[in-house]
């Protein structure tokens, strides 16, 4: 969870001032096994209403769920991801350049299921790295 306020001061346009107020935003992505089956992914966020000086912004949120499974010792991985499942994801909102009022309502498009399969090959696990010291003797010049 986040609190932002954010004051702008700018008086080089002809902008109107609309003030500024806290902006709430939170967010929670949560990874649920279902047994040994699959495990499903629940992402949601929340943008609140927000002025930030000159732009008057209605608030925007975002649900996506998923679905993955491991097969193959989990060398494969294959996601299923539904993204902004209310088609909710916006924006929104107003502001005024000297006498002209500019309102905005967009729908952006968000709304999209994904299926994606990965694989990984080798032993990528097993590290077989060893730390070698190299300059042992310049550095011990320095003692």
């Given at each position: ?14 902008f109107e001032d609309v003030g500024s107020r806290p902006n709430v935003y939170f967010y929670s992505n949560n990874r649920i096994p279902i047994k ?108």
């Amino acid at each position: 969870m986040n609190l932002r306020f954010t004051d702008i001061i700018d008086n080089q346009f002809n902008f109107e001032d609309v003030g500024s107020r806290p902006n709430v935003y939170f967010y929670s992505n949560n990874r649920i096994p279902i047994k040994k089956w699959f495990n499903t992914e629940l992402s949601f966020y929340y943008l609140g209403d927000n002025d930030e000086g000159l732009y008057k912004r209605k608030s925007s949120w975002n649900v996506t769920m998923g679905i993955s499974k491991n097969f193959l010792d989990n060398a494969l991985k294959c996601q299923v991801i539904w993204n902004d499942i209310f088609h909710s994801v916006r924006a929104a909102g107003d502001y005024s350049i000297g006498e002209t009022d500019i309102y905005f309502a967009r729908k952006w498009n968000t709304n999209f299921i994904r299926f994606s399969m990965a694989y990984s090959f080798g032993k990528l696990t097993k590290n077989k790295f060893q730390n070698k010291a190299i300059g042992i003797q310049e550095n011990d010049r320095a003692r």
